[in-house]
């Protein structure tokens, strides 16, 4: 069982061939109503490639919430830890995409009642897991008492550090596996450049997704670079939460670190070729045959 804690929210996606200057309107060629929300994403990209997920966390009193919920369970998410919450409306995001790359403002609404007391109240769930996969668009105490619980429990734990807040020591040590992007990898590296025990620490840990230039590793203390697979961009939204989702599925599967980046990297690869975070996810079918057309050094690890 994997169990996903984070957040649920609505994308407002814009499409637009001119990205507007400070004060400009300009005329935007599509706008979507997508579900997303890294917690969701993350819940949804598992299920999709086949795996037993359960999703915690919160949504509004509102449409966007019941809407979402019939989605999750029409993707095979197990929503019964999924709650609303009275008087709070389901978060949003707001996207804004242009030339397949994009922007985003984030409205929390009712991620933000996931806090420690609401986690706690979910421990008996996050220990029946095999693993437990986190990001931080929800109150950073809910984010660490689930590591705490989880940590002190044995079950294995992903953390996927967006967006960025300053990751301490303790949560590093608590997690199996930290999933940054580029900016993300170097804020932390950064942050810990002159505690080497943490930063040997850290690079046994860390999974670094750097878009179209692949995923860095550390081996012997040496970078490898896992590929991504070439592909023409469409959204890059939900690229990371897609890598995430699928490496905690091969990991659950019994797969290397490595054997998992790579079916991951290809998983992140053929969500960017559609429009929207969820909806570019692949269905393991889907990856299972990209994997067979396009092949990479990661060899037969589907």
Avoid at 189 to 197: M, R
Wanted: charged share 20%; net charge negative.
């Amino acid at each position: 069982m994997i169990t996903v804690l984070g957040s649920i929210n609505m994308d407002l996606v814009t499409v637009t061939s001119k990205d507007p200057l400070l004060g400009e309107t300009v005329m935007g060629n599509h706008f979507s109503t997508i579900p997303g929300g890294k917690g969701a994403n993350q819940a949804v990209a598992a299920a999709r490639l086949g795996a037993e997920v359960q999703l915690i966390g919160r949504i509004g009193d509102d449409v966007f919430g019941q809407q979402y919920l019939v989605h999750l369970k029409e993707q095979g998410v197990n929503t019964k830890y999924v709650k609303p919450v009275t008087g709070e409306k389901t978060g949003i995001a707001s996207i804004t995409v242009y030339k397949g790359d994009n922007k985003i403002i984030v409205v929390p609404g009712a991620n933000k009642c996931v806090g420690p007391e609401v986690v706690e109240s979910h421990s008996e769930d996050i220990l029946k897991s095999d693993w437990l996969l986190l990001q931080m668009e929800i109150p950073l105490q809910g984010v660490e008492k689930a590591l705490e619980i989880a940590h002190k429990g044995g079950v294995k734990t992903i953390l996927n550090p967006a967006p960025y807040h300053e990751i301490p020591k303790s949560w590093i040590e608590m997690a199996t596996y930290l999933t940054p992007n580029e900016f993300e990898a170097n804020q932390i590296f950064n942050l810990y450049k002159n505690d080497h025990d943490n930063l040997a620490q850290l690079k046994k840990k860390i999974i670094i997704t750097k878009g179209s230039e692949g995923i860095v590793i550390f081996e012997n203390d040496e970078e490898v670079v896992i590929p991504a697979m070439p592909v023409d961009a469409i959204d890059t939204t939900g690229a990371g939460d897609t890598f995430s989702g699928a490496l905690v599925v091969g990991l659950s599967e019994g797969k290397s670190l490595k054997e998992a980046c790579y079916f991951a990297a290809r998983a992140a690869s053929l969500s960017v070729t559609k429009l929207g975070a969820q909806s570019g996810m692949p269905y393991r079918k889907e990856v299972n045959e990209f994997g067979k057309t396009h092949r990479d050094s990661g060899g037969d690890i589907l």
